[in-house]
C-alpha cells in the first residue's frame, strides 16, 4: 500500500527568489501566494528572532501548512488586500513581497475543485470557495460576447466566439455545469493535435476570470509601493504573459500601465529599480525536476 501524501505545491526558482529578496535577519517579510509554504519556510529559515513573516492565502486548505512558528502568521485573505491586512496586524511597513502566481499542485490534483481538464468535476475554480461566482455561474450568466471576449483576451484563443456561441447554445441544453461537459462543447473547435494546450487555455482564461487573477496582482503591485520600506525587495514570479506582462511595466514604471513619467529634466521617475535585467528563468536540471517550472519567469526589484 503506499500512504504517500500528495505534494501540495513545488515551489519554482526558490533559491533564485529568496536570494533575490536580500533578507535581512530582523526584517519583516510577505509572502502574498504562501501555498504549500516552500518559499515561506525559506525566508523563515533565514530569519532571526526578531524577523517576521506574513503568509497570504485566500485558500482556507494552505491553512494545513502553517508554520509553527511565533515569527509566522497565517493570513487568510487575499492580496490584493495586503495593505489592509498588513495594517490590520500594525505593519507599516516591510522589507521584502514574494508572490509566486498562478495554481499550484493541489488544485490541479483536487478534482473536485474544477481546475483541470484532466477529471470530471463541478466546473468551480474559485481560490477561495467562500467567495463568489463558480466558472458554471459566470458561463450562465455572462453574454455570449462576454465569453468570447473572456476565452480570446485571456486564453488568446482564435476560436473563442466560436467557443462562445456553442456555450450560449448548450445552456439551452442543460447548461455547462462540470469539467466534462465544457469539455465536450469546446472541443470541436480545437484541433486534435492542439487539444491539452488549447483546453489549458480554456481553462486558464475562466479561472482568471473567477478570481479576478490579473485585477488582484494589478492592486497588490499598487500597494506595494506603500508597504516597501526604502531598499525593499519585490519578487515576482509568473507563468503566462499576460501576468509578465504587467510586473515587467510595473518594475520599469512603477504602474501597471508603463507609462513612462519624467521630471523637468527628462529623468524617468521610477519608484522601483530592476534587481535583474534581464528576466530569470529555471534550468534545465530544475525543469526535470518540477516540470510546471518550464514557464516560470521571476522579476525582482528594489524600492528607491
Known amino acids: 500500500m503506499n500512504d504517500r501524501q500528495p505534494i501540495y505545491h513545488i515551489p519554482a526558482l526558490l533559491e533564485e527568489s529568496i536570494g533575490g529578496l536580500n533578507i535581512r535577519p530582523d526584517g519583516t517579510y510577505v ?3 504562501f501555498g504549500g509554504g516552500g518559499h515561506s519556510r525559506a525566508i523563515i529559515s533565514c530569519l532571526g528572532d526578531k524577523g517576521r513573516l506574513y503568509g497570504f492565502d485566500q485558500d482556507m486548505d494552505a491553512y494545513a501548512n502553517r508554520i509553527n512558528d511565533d515569527r509566522f502568521t497565517f493570513v487568510h485573505g487575499n492580496f490584493a488586500y495586503m495593505a489592509n491586512f498588513l495594517r490590520y496586524y500594525g505593519v507599516k511597513e ?3 513581497i514574494i508572490a509566486d502566481l498562478g495554481v499550484s499542485f493541489h488544485h490541479f490534483d483536487d478534482a473536485e475543485r474544477g481546475f483541470s481538464f484532466r477529471a ?15 466558472a458554471s455561474d459566470l458561463l450562465a450568466d455572462s453574454s455570449e460576447e462576454q465569453i468570447a471576449d473572456m476565452l480570446y ?3 488568446e484563443l482564435k476560436q473563442a466566439r466560436r467557443m462562445a456561441a456553442a ?14 461537459r465544457l469539455i465536450e462543447v469546446v472541443k470541436p473547435f480545437i484541433m486534435p493535435a492542439q487539444e491539452k494546450k488549447e483546453l489549458a487555455q480554456v481553462f486558464q482564461a475562466l479561472r482568471i476570470v473567477v478570481n479576478d487573477e490579473l485585477g488582484a496582482l494589478r492592486s497588490m503591485l499598487n500597494q506595494s509601493l506603500d508597504v516597501l520600506c526604502r531598499g525593499g525587495r519585490l519578487a515576482v514570479i509568473t507563468y503566462h504573459s499576460l501576468e509578465d506582462r504587467i510586473v515587467k511595466n510595473f518594475i520599469k514604471s512603477g504602474n501597471v ?9 527628462g529623468r524617468v521617475n521610477a519608484p522601483l529599480k530592476a534587481v535583474n ?16 517550472s518550464r514557464s516560470a519567469k521571476l522579476r525582482i526589484a528594489e524600492k528607491l
Open 31 to 33: 509572502d502574498v501566494t
Open 94 to 96: 516591510v522589507d521584502g
Open 153 to 155: 483576451n485571456y486564453g
Open 277 to 292: 535585467n534581464k528576466v530569470i528563468q529555471p534550468g534545465d536540471e530544475e525543469v526535470a525536476r518540477n516540470p510546471r
Open 120 to 134: 470530471d468535476a463541478p466546473l468551480d475554480m474559485r481560490m477561495n470557495r467562500n467567495a463568489g461566482l463558480k
Open 167 to 180: 456555450i450560449v447554445k448548450a445552456r439551452s441544453a442543460g447548461g455547462v455545469a462540470t469539467v466534462g
Open 257 to 265: 500601465e508603463g507609462k513612462i513619467e519624467k521630471d523637468f529634466f
